[in-house]
């Protein structure tokens, strides 16, 4: 079993940046990709970025740019760094980690990310 703590959401302006972390406790080991997604009001669950236990890093077209995902293996955190954020970027944001691609793995709780025009 794996727990996934997501923090850093919150509410900011068009442009401005925010920072999630999603920090991993449990059986990790099996973990090779670790993500984050993100669902808005009346839209289906889309992939923000995943990466890799080796770094490599995968990112939405609507992201590509401006946001950052980081890993720290020894911390079992992953981050989210997104600037230049836009009103669409405006959803709850879920942390991911599985093993495989093709499994639906675990899920963080989620965390509110608001930005205002």
């Known amino acids: 079993q794996v727990h996934l703590m997501e923090s850093g959401g919150g509410l900011v302006q068009t442009g401005g940046s925010l920072r999630l972390s999603c920090a991993a406790s449990?059986?990790?080991?099996?973990?090779?990709?670790m993500g984050w997604y993100r669902q808005a009001p009346g839209k289906q669950r889309e992939l923000v970025a995943r990466?890799?236990?080796?770094?490599?890093?995968h990112y939405a077209d609507s992201v590509k740019g401006r946001f950052t995902i980081s890993r720290d293996n020894a911390e079992n955190t992953v981050y989210l760094q997104m600037d230049s954020l836009k009103p669409e970027d405006t959803a709850v944001y879920y942390c991911?980690?599985?093993?495989?691609?093709?499994?639906?793995?675990?899920w963080g709780q989620g965390t509110q990310v608001t930005v205002s025009s």
């Open positions: 991911n980690a599985k093993r495989s691609l093709l499994l639906n793995g675990y």
């Open positions: 990466i890799t236990s080796s770094n490599s890093a």
């Open positions: 449990g059986t990790i080991g099996s973990i090779n990709y």
